[in-house]
């Protein structure tokens, strides 16, 4: 697949329990991000990445710690989150230069906590 | 930081009439200016953008004016059709990337 790709597509977890989001991206970009999708807040920046250093933390709680070990992949590491947490959560990425430009998404991953 | 806000939350129109959809930015820093749709399930995806040193851009039905000294930009949606029924985002970005988005117009296209 090309593109952005993230998996798993759905995931439940207990409140207790550590999982990971993935993301890849297959286009060459030097960007990656991390959005939170929910009712309340349709597109919530979490995390911007550029050239593989964390250039933003938009005030994400410690339980969301994200990991970018090259232009490539951007991790999700979850633990000990919160029903409120449940949501969409979906990976973009682009290609950084002197301007703005068009950032390209993943599906998503559904994320229930129970 | 910027600010994006967007109008309105909800859209209803019959088939075949047009729909606007209005977004106002708070960073003057701010020169790009994306539109994306998102049908029910799947992923945000451009439908249109425009940077600042254009103020209207038009691709078939769908076109995007920007008013820079308002900081004000809206998306024009001509002759609606059913397929256009989706959630709507504009977003307002700038050097380094950084998108800010709006909160999203879920315009509904009625036969």
């Known amino acids: 697949e090309t593109g952005v790709t993230q998996t798993p597509r759905h995931l439940v977890m207990g409140m207790t329990n550590k999982k990971s989001l993935k993301c890849e991206q297959h286009l060459g970009h030097n960007a990656m991000y991390w959005y939170k999708q929910s009712a309340k807040k349709p597109l919530e920046l979490m995390f911007v990445?550029?050239?593989?250093?964390?250039?933003e933390n938009n005030s994400v709680p410690s339980r969301f710690s994200p990991e970018c070990p090259n232009s490539s992949h951007l991790f999700l590491h979850l633990h000990t989150l919160q029903p409120e947490d449940s949501a969409l959560y979906l990976c973009?990425?682009?290609?950084?230069?002197?301007?703005?430009?068009?950032?390209?998404f993943g599906q998503g991953t559904r994320l229930t906590v129970v | 930081g910027e600010n994006v806000e967007q109008h309105p939350s909800t859209l209803s129109v019959q088939e075949g009439d047009s729909a606007v959809i209005k977004c106002t930015y708070s960073?003057?820093?701010?020169?790009?200016f994306p539109w994306y749709k998102q049908e029910l399930g799947k992923r945000p995806q451009l439908i249109i953008d425009?940077?600042?040193?254009?103020g209207e851009k038009k691709d078939q039905r769908i076109a995007v004016t920007l008013n820079k000294t308002a900081k004000h930009f809206s998306l024009h949606i001509t002759e609606t059709q059913p397929e256009d029924s989706a959630v709507y985002f504009c977003?307002?970005?700038?050097?380094?990337?950084?998108?800010?988005f709006g909160t999203g117009t879920q315009l509904k296209v009625e036969l």
């Open positions: 973009a990425s682009s290609q950084v230069r002197g301007g703005g430009t068009e950032a390209f």
């Open positions: 990445y550029s050239l593989e250093e964390r250039v």
């Open positions: 977003a307002a970005g700038r050097k380094g990337n950084k998108l800010t």
């Open positions: 960073d003057s820093a701010s020169n790009y």
């Open positions: 425009i940077r600042s040193n254009v």
